[in-house]
């Protein structure tokens, strides 16, 4: 595990769009595992600005995390939405070279089997962006979830459902389950970056860094990856 400290979100941006921006160099036709909410907005700002440079990003292949269930992809909060607004609007990445959970699919199951599939016939993940819940969450695999999952149907931790209330009009909007790849598909990632701004993440950084191994804080499963690197600005480092 690499563990590097920045001074502030930007500085956490930069540094992460650099080593994503060094994969596409090294193999223009990666697939990215991709990440949302706050944390890699700077990122994709980044990533974008590359673009404009001509950065060319027409042979990748994306698969996201996550998406909530029961929110359409023309949801304003869903994942579908944040992607396309923050992210794939902006560079040339071919639509049908981007894949997201469908939350809305009826039988959610087979939904979770299908991504695995995909993901398998991709060749697997060479680049997973992942962002840290409060609570040590990864992807939305909650505390306790089992470390040989793969994508599958997830009840949110309250703690989650709070964090997440911020994008909602009210609490009692934000969605309960989620589809989530699991902490054995994040696992089988080539490479995986972690990425945490802030003194809210202090506690699960240096939990998932320091701490035991434990499903209790599902980031800590990291520790045994052959090649992860955690970007942590100063705030999010401050108890390592």
Not at 20 to 38: E, M, N, W
Not at 195 to 219: E, I, L, N, R
């Amino acid at each position: 595990m690499n563990v590097v400290v920045v001074a502030n979100f930007d500085s956490m941006s930069a540094e992460v769009a650099k080593m994503v921006f060094a994969q596409i160099v090294r193999k223009p036709d990666s697939v990215l595992g991709l990440a949302t909410g706050s944390t890699p907005l700077g990122v994709y700002s980044l990533l974008a600005e590359y673009h404009a440079r001509g950065t060319d990003f027409s042979r990748l292949t994306t698969f996201n995390l996550d998406e909530y269930v029961g929110l359409a992809p023309d949801h304003p909060q869903s994942y579908h939405w944040y992607m396309r607004e923050n992210f794939f609007s902006k560079v040339n990445i071919k639509p049908d070279r981007i894949f997201i959970p469908n939350g809305m699919a009826e039988d959610l199951e087979a939904e979770c089997l299908r991504y695995d599939e995909l993901i398998k016939q991709a060749g697997g993940i060479d680049l997973q962006l992942l962002g840290i819940g409060s609570n040590g969450h990864i992807g939305f695999n909650e505390p306790g979830t089992e470390f040989g999952t793969t994508t599958h149907i997830v009840d949110l931790a309250e703690s989650t459902i709070r964090d997440n209330a911020r994008f909602f009009e009210s609490i009692d909007q934000v969605p309960t389950r989620a589809l989530s790849m699991g902490i054995k598909s994040i696992m089988q990632a080539k490479e995986v970056i972690l990425m945490a701004s802030g003194g809210s993440k202090a506690d699960a950084v240096c939990a998932a860094v320091k701490g035991p191994v434990t499903t209790a804080v599902p980031a800590s499963v990291l520790q045994l990856h052959p090649c992860v690197t955690f970007v942590v600005d100063q705030a999010a480092a401050s108890r390592l």
